[in-house]
């Protein structure tokens, strides 16, 4: 079968013909729906290295957004009938500490020792015309469009994290929510925010059709420059806002989402850019919260997938064959995707 594989480190990742999986024990073997190209996947094929890169010591087969349909099931599994749509959960955690017992798999106690940090990301993933995943990262999709929900395991999973967590702040008549980046995952957690809270919702931007977007989508934009924070207290009468989501995490956009917070807000900061955050007691909101999160977990990929069925959030895609998937992650790394790109490996079957 056809797949991308990631095979050095500092090194674009190649279409090759490798072996059709075989499920183990436990183990599902999916037909793949859809997969989809992220940044996440960039960093390991161009940032990191054998130092940095212990988890995803290649060689492997990226993606760890998938959905696909049931195609064979390994020895114990029951429960699944063929031809029915799942989507994947990436995060892979030891299995049996507390975190990974309650679903949190991505908050593994033992994370650091691990071999991989998710399926795709270290593990072979779902970049591939097949692939083989435990049955119990599995969620089902219904009758709902497989290849679209693809991007529902990071690009939506991600933010629907940032912004459960965050619900207190947000919670109650006249509260304001602030969204800094507006790529794939700042316009799916305007559409949770929507969901999940009665907010007004303010978004920016350095790019004038991703705040055509996302004020089409309901939120007040801003342009990110100089004057964004002032715009932004002008808009909340002063007080700031009480939850502010970053996209982005350099260290201007971190600054900015402190600046405008209202006393006792949260700041969470979701983009990993390595952007450093500064504290000083005169400065900044009294009380207010700084964090930072990652993915999120599989109860939460359940309430994600139950959003997307009701119709309440949906990923913008473009799609490419198989054969252009290496096409989808040049225009990645370029910059030049205005949408999330799913793989299709199974294209016009």
């Not at 892979?92 to 908050?107: D, I, L, P, Q, S």
């Not at 507006?182 to 925010?193: M, N, T, V, Y």
């Not at 932004?232 to 956009?253: N, Q, S, W």
Request: negative net charge; hydrophobic residues 40%; aromatic residues 6%.
């Amino acid at each position: 079968m056809k797949a991308v594989v990631f095979e050095d480190y500092k090194t674009f990742p190649s279409l090759k013909e490798v072996d059709k999986p075989t499920p183990g024990p436990g183990e599902v073997l999916l037909k793949v729906a859809g997969a989809g190209c992220c940044h996440s996947d960039v960093s390991v094929f161009r940032d990191y290295t054998p130092e940095t890169g212990k988890q995803t010591k290649p060689p492997f087969i990226l993606g760890h957004e998938t959905s696909g349909w049931i195609e064979e099931v390994g020895t114990g599994v029951t429960g699944f009938k063929k031809g029915d749509a799942y989507l994947v959960y990436g995060p892979t955690g030891c299995g049996h500490c507390k975190r990974c017992v309650a679903g949190e798999e991505n908050y593994c106690e033992n994370r650091a020792t691990n071999k991989s940090l998710a399926i795709g990301l270290g593990r072979d993933g779902g970049m591939a015309e097949y692939m083989v995943v435990p049955a119990r990262n599995l969620v089902p999709l219904g009758d709902a469009d497989p290849i679209a929900a693809a991007p529902l395991a990071d690009a939506a999973l991600t933010p629907y994290h940032a912004i459960k967590a965050a619900l207190p702040h947000l919670n109650g008549g006249g509260k304001y929510a602030l969204v800094i980046g507006l790529g794939g995952l700042g316009q799916i957690a305007i559409q949770i925010l929507k969901a999940l809270t009665g907010a007004t919702i303010i978004a920016t931007d350095m790019k004038p059709e991703a705040m055509a977007k996302a004020e089409a989508n309901g939120a007040i934009v801003v342009p990110s420059d100089e004057n964004e924070v002032a715009a932004i207290r002008e808009i909340t009468g002063g007080r700031g806002v009480d939850a502010a989501f970053d996209f982005v995490g350099i260290a201007p956009t971190i600054a900015a989402a402190q600046a405008a917070g209202a006393t006792g807000s949260r700041v969470t900061v979701v983009g990993i850019a390595g952007g450093k955050a500064e504290f000083d007691w005169y400065s900044k909101p009294s009380e207010q919260e700084l964090m930072g999160v990652y993915w999120g977990s599989m109860p939460e990929l359940h309430e994600v997938a139950a959003l997307y069925r009701q119709g309440l959030i949906t990923p913008e895609i473009e799609t490419y064959s198989m054969d252009n998937a290496l096409d989808a992650y040049h225009k990645l790394t370029d910059g030049k995707l205005s949408k999330r790109a799913v793989v299709v490996p199974h294209m016009g079957e």
